[in-house]
Structures are given as structure tokens and as C-alpha cells.
């Protein structure tokens, strides 16, 4: 699909782009998901590290550091590949296109996405703050995956 396109597509469905504040809602919503698994999931293990005391409670945490980032990684890629969102982008009503094909990314740009959107999160979150001054805005892992963020 050219951006022509694309634009002509978005006027006759009336479609918008998401604003930024509603993108870092989103965001809270799916990290605050991912906390909670990991909190239940590894509650024993977390308790018993911070009994002993903080070195070990460190230690676990850099144990989990590759299992959580996985965890997101397959969390963002899943939803976004089935649904065209995350919870926390569906609560807050936006959805992430492809500006190929105006539909959900397929499973490889979503897990492109996702996987850019960790190294943008490692950055001090630079790749989202690229959305602020971007015309289509577009984060590093939208540009990467070729998608956009509408309002649903």
C-alpha cells in the first residue's frame, strides 16, 4: 500500500492517529501485566532472595533479567501479531497497523517491533520520545516494523 494510499484509506474510514499520552497509558497498563506474572510467578523464589538479604535479591534479578525481557518480547509480539494490540493498547482503545497492508503486522514485523521497542526501552526510552517529534508519530520500533498506532 503507497502512502497515498494509506492516507486516501485513513480519510474514508476516518481514521487517526493515536496521541502520545494514550501510547504511555498503554504502556503502564502492559508493563504493570508483565510485573504482576513475573511477581506471582517467581513470588518464592523473590521472598526467599530478599530474606537473605540484597545481594541475593540482586542476583535473582539479574538471573530474571533475560526470562522478563523474553517475557516481554513474546508478550508485545503475540498480541500485536494476533489481536493488532495489547491489553493495555486495547484499554485505552489504539491499535497498531501495518502501513504495508493497513492490517495487523504479520508474526515477523511484530516481533521485529517488539524487539526494537526493548532496545528503545534500554535507551532511556528514546525510541518512544522519537514519536513526539515524528509527523506520522512513529516510534523506532514503528518505523523498523513499518506499522503505525491508530485510535481503535
Known sequence: MTEEE???????EKITLSPFYKRIIAYAIDDFIIACFIFFAFHNMLAAANAQNEEALSALIQYLAPYIILLKVIYQAFFVWIYGATIGKMAVKIRVISTIDGQ???IL????????????????FIGFLWALKNFKKQTWEDIAAKTLVINA
Open 6 to 12: 494509506l492516507i486516501r484509506k485513513f480519510q474514508i
Open 104 to 106: 495487523n503486522p504479520n
Open 109 to 124: 514485523l511484530s516481533l521485529v517491533r517488539s524487539n526494537i521497542r526493548i532496545i528503545s526501552e534500554a535507551v532511556f
